[in-house]
């Protein structure tokens, strides 16, 4: 028995995570480059450009990077099967870019975490099997699950972004729906 290098964007994307979590527990002022801070876009410059794809890297903890790719690590390799690697890896970026940008005009919150590209993978790898006009069960059901939890938990101050979570899961549906593979 091996071990195989499968998905290779969405190791990228993990290793990327646990570097970027390590870059910034042992460089705090490194946390600029990740976090996306809201009254920081009053002035425009390429530090907060950069801030609108990188945020998905960065996470507040180990809790908080661990859940974020338990999930990525179980749903992201399918869906980048399914879609192929370098499609995936537009994805992600796009998502990110559509988050952050949904993010500054709706919140006034910072942004930081994998999350809401997780919710497009899951919701991306189920759109994908809707077949001649008919919409399957499953993607009713995740979409009812997870968007459903996220409205809801809009109405607490948890500190989560649902808006970020709403964002992805759209993203992944219009993905998903979009996909000609």
């Not at 991306?124 to 009713?140: D, E, F, K």
């Amino acid at each position: 028995m091996r071990i195989t290098w499968n998905a290779p964007v969405t190791l990228a994307v993990a290793g990327a995570s646990v570097a970027v979590f390590l870059l910034m527990v042992l460089v705090p002022a490194a946390q600029g480059w990740f976090v996306l801070r809201i009254p920081q876009w009053s002035a425009l410059s390429l530090g907060n450009a950069v801030t609108l794809v990188t945020n998905v890297l960065g996470h507040a903890g180990f809790a908080h990077l661990a859940g974020n790719l338990m999930l990525f690590l179980l749903v992201a390799p399918a869906c980048e099967e399914r879609f192929g690697s370098a499609r995936f890896a537009l994805m992600i970026v796009l998502t990110a870019l559509v988050i952050s940008f949904v993010h500054i005009t709706l919140s006034d919150t910072g942004l930081l975490g994998l999350s809401g590209v997780v919710f497009m993978t899951m919701l991306a790898g189920s759109a994908t099997n809707i077949r001649s006009g008919q919409v399957p069960l499953t993607l009713i059901l995740v979409a009812a699950i997870y968007l459903g939890r996220e409205v809801v938990g809009a109405f607490h101050a948890d500190g989560i972004s649902q808006l970020a979570h709403l964002t992805g899961g759209l993203c992944g549906i219009v993905f998903g729906l979009n996909r000609t593979a």
